[in-house]
């Protein structure tokens, strides 16, 4: 179970976007010699908590597929973990 150097030269990581035909959620499959993909869904008006007060928010679902022979997944984790960041407070990408 390992990569050649042949099987992921030239691959990097892409993102599939549905949200705009109304998914919400879906699971992208990897296209070889790519290492991940992650797929957004689409942004929704839900119940969210904020400290102890339940108040309307919108959310979204993505969901991050990787090759786990390239990329370990808790580094996958960390980077999805970062991502959320980001996407929650976006001025921060400014700093």
């Known amino acids: 179970g390992r990569l ?3 099987q992921f ?3 990097t990581f892409s993102d599939s976007n549905l949200g705009m035909y109304g998914v919400d959620n879906f699971d992208a499959i990897i296209n070889p010699p790519q290492a991940g993909i992650l797929a957004v869904g689409g942004v929704q008006t839900a ?4 400290g102890d007060e339940v108040m309307p928010g919108q959310v979204m679902d993505v969901v ?4 786990h022979r390239v990329v370990d997944g808790a580094a996958a ?3 999805l973990a970062a991502f959320r960041r980001l996407i ?3 001025l921060t990408m400014l700093i």
């Open 77 to 79: 984790a960390r980077w």
């Open 9 to 11: 030269q030239g691959g």
């Open 88 to 90: 929650e407070h976006p």
């Open 4 to 6: 050649q150097p042949t």
């Open 64 to 67: 991050l597929s990787v090759d």
């Open 47 to 50: 119940a969210v908590v904020r």
